[in-house]
């Protein structure tokens, strides 16, 4: 598996020792069987977890006990889809017990396995995410003091407004402080353009174009000003040629 390099950060939370300790060792036997790159946080509570996801700590994968002692599994990952708004941090929920369903639903956990866990239960699920999450390009950002992850594709186009940036995607948006020339460059914008000096739109999601304007996904119309257009011409057709070739 080739994931570019990229640090995967990973956080085990359960009250028990035994089963931190076991759950590392199955990681890191992973980790080198398919040469990838974990970051791995070990926590013995739920709260203290969440403190360090509000003071802007991020995860990409939890293997979390929905058992705790106070702050229980379920309260942490409502807390994280809820509140924090991060849907791109995946669970998986760990417990003795079965007959969570309903109360995880609304979490969408990634998967779900009864204890005592084996190398067979796991590697299967890591095999799974590596699969569907980590061939893809993310934008992160801050907002108060939480770093945040996008997918790119999903991403319509960034708004300048004022000092923030307004981050469009289809089914919501985000703000942050910043300026648009710093987006641009970014290896993983690589499919963005700048037509305006407000606007830097994914040209993927381009649904129609005209030499002074193009509509996105979301059926809003944006103006194309005059320096921009020769050069958003070009790398629009450049686009189509390639994507029908």
Do not use: W
Request: glycine letters at 4%; proline letters at 2%.
């Amino acid at each position: 598996m080739d994931c570019g390099g990229r640090m995967i950060k990973i956080a085990i939370v359960d009250d028990e020792k035994t089963v931190c300790d076991d759950l590392e060792t199955m990681l890191r036997q992973y980790e080198r069987k398919n040469k990838l790159n974990f970051e791995i946080a070990i926590y013995n509570s739920g709260e203290n977890l969440l403190a360090d996801i509000d003071d802007g700590q991020s995860f990409d994968l939890l293997l979390l006990d929905i058992e705790l002692a106070e702050i229980n599994g379920v309260q942490v990952g409502c807390h994280i889809r809820n509140i924090n708004k991060d849907y791109m941090c995946q669970i998986i929920y760990i417990s003795a017990k079965t007959g969570y369903a309903l109360e995880l639903f609304q979490i969408r956990p990634f998967h779900f396995l009864i204890k005592p866990i084996t190398a067979d239960m796991l590697f299967p699920c890591l095999n799974d995410y590596v699969e569907r999450y980590l061939n893809e390009d993310y934008f992160e950002f801050i907002v108060k003091n939480v770093r945040k992850r996008i997918p790119v594709r999903r991403i319509m186009y960034f708004e300048s407004n004022a000092r923030k940036i307004i981050l469009h995607c289809v089914e919501e948006k985000h703000e942050f402080y910043g300026k648009l020339s710093d987006l641009t460059g970014m290896d993983v914008l690589k499919q963005f353009m700048m037509i305006h000096k407000s606007f830097y739109v994914n040209i993927s999601h381009v649904s129609s174009y005209e030499y002074t304007t193009l509509v996105v996904s979301n059926n809003r119309e944006l103006p194309i000003s005059k320096p921009n257009r020769k050069e958003v011409r070009r790398l629009f057709l450049k686009y189509s040629a390639e994507k029908y070739k």
